[in-house]
């Protein structure tokens, strides 16, 4: 109800089901507050501006979405089945063999490097069925996606890398941060300091690889043990 709750305005209560799911981690990066340093939700929720040459660091879910989202020409084609059928080379009229044309595709309006610090293949943690897709979709924008990335400094000549014994700097204008979350426990911890009984359940109790379906299911547990 537009109101943050304290542990003093449920006191009273029997039982506290503590659902305040997480808050986005800012890694240890030197000149990580930088200018050019946005986060995730400062782009995604509160339309900060970002600039033509764009890392993002990270290459989660969120980083995918984020890569995708920046590189979007604003076609619609997600929703506009003509435009999507062309990008991905599908010829309705099955003229050419197999039903498929060359792709055609517009020119994305930034230059994005999808970047993470494990050395697996970027995406590996997306849906079986569906991360092929989202590989392919920023391969066919143009975003380079590099795994086992350092990363050493943010300043104004763009962000400082190392992928394996090599440096570089990429002159970037902005640097997203999609590096993982943290459980947003204040609230929890104060309900336990004064002794009001609390249950922590979705990203408030694990943030790291959020899953809807764990959620759901704390949750249904909890309510039917109460």
Known sequence: LDTRVTADDLTGYDD????TGVSPRVPDIPG?????????LDVLRDGAPVGDRVAVLGAGGIGFDVAE????GGDGASEDPATYFRQWGVDMEYAAPGGLGAPER????????????KTTKVGAGLGKTTGWIHRTELRHRGVTMVPGVRYDLIDDAGLHVTVGEESTVLEVDTVV???????RRDLYDDLLAAGTKAHLIGGADVAAELDAKRAIKQGTEVAASL
């Open 16 to 19: 506290v089901v503590v659902a």
């Open 32 to 40: 990580v507050d930088h200018p050019s340093v946005v986060g995730y």
């Open 69 to 72: 989202f920046l590189t979007d």
């Open 106 to 117: 517009p020119a994305p309006p930034r230059t994005v490097h999808l970047l993470q610090r």
């Open 177 to 183: 941060l999609c590096t993982g979350q943290d459980p």
